[in-house]
Nanobody, 123 residues
Framework: QVQLVESGGGLVQAGGSLRLSCAAS????????MGWFRQAPGKGREFVAS????????NSADSVKGRFTISRDNAKNTVYLQMNSLKPEDTAVYYC????????????????WGQGTQVTVSS
């Protein structure tokens, strides 16, 4: 069992930056691939980025590539999402999630979810 708690969301102007954090409970954090998803009002949940168990490999959605960076610190049981050059269309609730499936972009393959943190980008 893994419990996930996100933090770091907020209101930012377009072009600004935010760093989201997701703290995981338990001693098996390193066994999980970690991902970030987001859900905008009236839309489905969208894959943002994921990172391998060791942190050596990451992938991200085309919509955030070059602007968002996912990273993890297994010693701190924490995964991060650095978001730069934010746009109004990045406004959403951001969720972190854990899976045992390598390279997954499908939310249905993620077993554990945080409660989400709101990110609002004003124009």
């Amino acid at each position: 069992q893994v419990q996930l708690v996100e933090s770091g969301g907020g209101l930012v102007q377009a072009g600004g930056s935010l760093r989201l954090s997701c703290a995981a409970s338990g001693r098996t954090f390193g066994n999980y691939v970690m991902g970030w998803f987001r859900q905008a009002p009236g839309k489905g949940r969208e894959f943002v980025a994921s990172i391998s168990r060791s942190g050596a490999f990451a992938n991200s959605a085309d919509s955030v590539k070059g602007r968002f960076t996912i990273s993890r610190d297994n010693a701190k049981n924490t995964v991060y999402l650095q978001m730069n050059s934010l746009k109004p269309e990045d406004t959403a609730v951001y969720y972190c999630a854990a899976t045992t499936t390598t390279g997954s972009r499908r939310d249905g393959e993620y077993n554990y979810w945080g409660q989400g943190t709101q990110v609002t980008v004003s124009s």
